[in-house]
């Protein structure tokens, strides 16, 4: 199972993914990569893997994401993605993602894994 939530900045999709991982602590969280850099109080690992352009491409070329996304912003392109999971037919998943990003998790998974949207 994956549980996918998606959301307007500040419409509380981080506070329901901690509920969840909370109440079911069977289900292991979906930790994206990102390119940008961490916010004050961030941990590499835990809010995201942080890594540099060139890790990042690196990953795309070798097919370890299911899905990615790029946003320009002020401050530079900024890169998302959230990685493949070998063990999503077995173990539970969930995380935070853009509707494009659903998408293409359902697309990758289905049918084999029943995938949540909130």
């Known amino acids: ?8 900045s500040g ?3 981080d506070y329901m993914l901690k509920q969840m ?3 079911k602590p069977h289900v292991k969280p979906m930790i994206s990569v990102t390119t940008r850099p961490p916010r004050v ?6 809010d995201y ?5 060139e890790v990042f491409d690196h990953m795309l ?15 530079g392109i900024w890169k998302y993605a959230t990685l493949r999971k070998p063990n999503a037919t077995v173990e539970d998943y969930a995380g935070i993602v853009d509707v494009q ?8 998974y289905a049918p084999s894994v029943q995938v949540e949207v909130f």
């Open 1 to 8: 199972m994956i549980y996918l939530f998606i959301g307007k």
């Open 11 to 13: 419409s509380g999709k």
């Open 21 to 23: 991982l909370t109440n």
């Open 41 to 46: 109080g961030e941990e590499n690992g835990v």
């Open 49 to 53: 893997h942080f890594v540099s352009d």
């Open 61 to 75: 070329e070798r097919n370890a994401f299911v899905e990615h996304r790029e946003y320009n912003t002020d401050f």
């Open 101 to 108: 990003g659903a998408i293409d998790i359902i697309k990758s």
